[in-house]
């Protein structure tokens, strides 16, 4: 399984970004888990938004507001589109591919298996 990420750089305060992330080495998104989470400088690694395996979106607290995940499962490929990008969104965000779980639970880093090489986000 090979996750790469793209789509990362760095804006001004309340530009937007578009990350993507391609999948291959598996036959089909449909009944895993994937999503983006983040890590910054000194943090520990954190959800940011995941489809789990119902198709069920979840995000980490008001990221819903900025943030919108999606798929595209013909071309095997995870979005996230951020809006209104502020300082502290700035981190290295990661896809990933899970296992089957549900709802909030699939926030948890520790349910995923594979993980893409990150694409760096800096908002100034």
């Known amino acids: 399984v090979q996750l790469v990420e793209s789509g990362g750089g760095s804006v001004n305060l309340g530009r937007s970004l578009n990350l993507s992330c391609e999948a291959s080495?598996?036959?089909?998104?449909?009944?895993?888990?994937m999503g983006w989470f983040r890590q910054a400088p000194g943090k520990e690694r954190e959800g940011v938004a995941v489809?789990?395996?119902?198709?069920?979106?979840s995000y980490t607290g008001s990221l819903k507001d900025r943030f919108t995940i999606s798929k595209d499962s013909a071309k095997k490929t995870l979005y996230l589109r951020m809006y209104n990008l502020k300082p502290e969104d700035t981190a290295a965000y990661y896809c990933?591919?899970?296992?089957?779980?549900?709802?909030?639970?699939?926030?948890?880093?520790?349910?995923?298996?594979?993980w893409g090489q990150g694409t760096q986000v800096t908002v100034s």
């Open positions: 489809i789990d395996r119902d198709g069920t979106l």
């Open positions: 080495g598996f036959p089909s998104m449909q009944r895993l888990s």
């Open positions: 990933a591919l899970g296992r089957p779980v549900t709802g909030f639970q699939a926030l948890e880093g520790t349910w995923y298996n594979y």
